[in-house]
């Protein structure tokens, strides 16, 4: 079993930036892909980023590519969001979640293990 805790939401201005963390527990990671989900009100959940536990590939959204940064600190078991220039469209509850291999990674479906989520409220 998988435990994941996200934490680092907030209130902030548009044009501003927060970072977002991810715990992960539970379980060995080598083989997991880790990724960065967010939904709106009303609307689907979305995919933002992906990371593979190595680090040695990245994926992003078109809508986040060269705001987000998506990395993580193996020795703490730790996947952070950076976002920058942040946008009023970026509002959402964004989850973390994790997937045993790196494939079809913007896909929600595939991804076995999610975190409570964490609020990103960006004001205009």
């Known amino acids: 079993q998988v435990q994941l805790v996200e934490s680092g939401g907030g209130l902030v201005q548009a044009g501003g930036s927060l970072r977002l963390s991810c715990a992960a527990s539970?379980?060995?990671?080598?083989?997991?892909?880790m990724g960065w989900f967010r939904q709106a009100p009303g609307k689907e959940r979305e995919f933002v980023a992906a990371?593979?536990?190595?680090?040695?590939?990245?994926y992003y959204a078109d809508s986040v590519k060269g705001r987000f940064t998506i990395s993580i600190d193996n020795a703490k078991n730790t996947v952070y969001l950076q976002m920058n220039s942040l946008k009023p469209e970026d509002t959402a509850v964004y989850y973390c979640?994790?997937?045993?291999?790196?494939?079809?990674?913007?896909?929600?479906?595939?991804?076995?293990?999610w975190g409570q989520g964490t609020q990103v409220t960006v004001s205009s």
């Open positions: 539970g379980r060995t990671f080598s083989t997991y892909a």
């Open positions: 990371i593979a536990w190595s680090g040695s590939s990245t």
């Open positions: 979640a994790a997937k045993r291999k790196w494939y079809a990674v913007p896909r929600a479906d595939e991804y076995s293990y």
